[in-house]
């Protein structure tokens, strides 16, 4: 089956047997392994040994912004969060629920927001201490530019979390010129094209010293990860982790660095998410973004009017031919979203588009304009 949804992704097989081995997290043999992804996902964030930190817990990315906006922020805390898209509604309920003040900025789920709209928000709202912002939003295939709104976030003196979740891995990012960033999550099981299980942040030293206390969670609690650090080792985790995922997660950064690194994974990315709008439109459908603001993670278009079209039908007759799509849409219009990351290739989305032709014609769809 080929898997082409935003996380988990398609992984690699020789990535797979490496969770077939029983193994203790706290064994001195699996400890080096643990550091050792610690330290290369810091300099790849290009944070520096002495200021910024690798802090994972258990589980997936929303218990990692979760954690992030507990630790980061005080209760009570004002919060600002461009709103363009799925994932900026699920961090606003976040943010609620961990008893912080959401301060929505409203833009469409179509484009990137902009460092002008995030600096007058700052500027009408000085209560605002931080910004919560999501860089590749997987709801509809846009990006916003952290290093844009990074420096209207520095201008105004204000501190920025990051969930790079869908981002990190293949996006560019680099800590240690945007200062302003305490915080920037992401997991185990997106562009990294590890097994899901394990959440990672990249956090300030600093930052995440003077906010002990913050949490109000033993469990998401990113300033106690760093004490427990301190005390017990980089190579201790505090509770019980997926271990065969973490393990795994060590043979994902070492094929991400065979494959070239950043840079490499973005141009296989961008391919696969071009192939895929230029398939849509070939097929007579319409991609939900305009070409330019279309990422590269996720490629979002519109479900065809014909009346014989639904959702889960058509990803049931398109499994049936050997690809595996998502089967909800969380965009404001009805869309189809197909993920163009995890280890897939020209090769599979060639494959995937003349699939998705076979079934829209085996279904009789003629009428593929936006519903
Ligand atoms: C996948 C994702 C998350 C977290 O999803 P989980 O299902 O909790 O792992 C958060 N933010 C973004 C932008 C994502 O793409």
Redesign the pocket.
Known sequence: MLLLI??PVQTRPELRAVMGQDIAPWDNDFRPVYAGIRDRVRDLAGGGAETHATLPLQ???????EAAVRTYTAPGARILIPMN?A?AS??ERLVRECGRVPVPLPVPDTRPVTGEEVAAALAADPGIGHVAM??????SGIINDPAEIGAAVRNAGRRMIL?????FGALPLDLGVQPEIDVM?F?S??CFEGM?GI?FAVARIDRTVASAGNAGSWCFDLSDVYTHALRNSWGSFRFTPAVQALNAFAMALELHAAEGGQAARLARYQENAKLLYDGALSLGLTPYLERKHQGP?IVTIHQPADRAFALQAFVDALKSRGVLISNFHNTQAPTMRIGAIGAVTATDIKFAVEAIGATLDAMGISRREAA
Do not use: L, N, Q
């Open positions: 935003p996380g589980g997936c990315g929303h218990f990692m912004v898209g994932y699920r961090m999501v860089y590749s939003e997987t709801g969930d790079a979740v869908s981002a999550v997991t099981g997106k899901p959440g993670v």
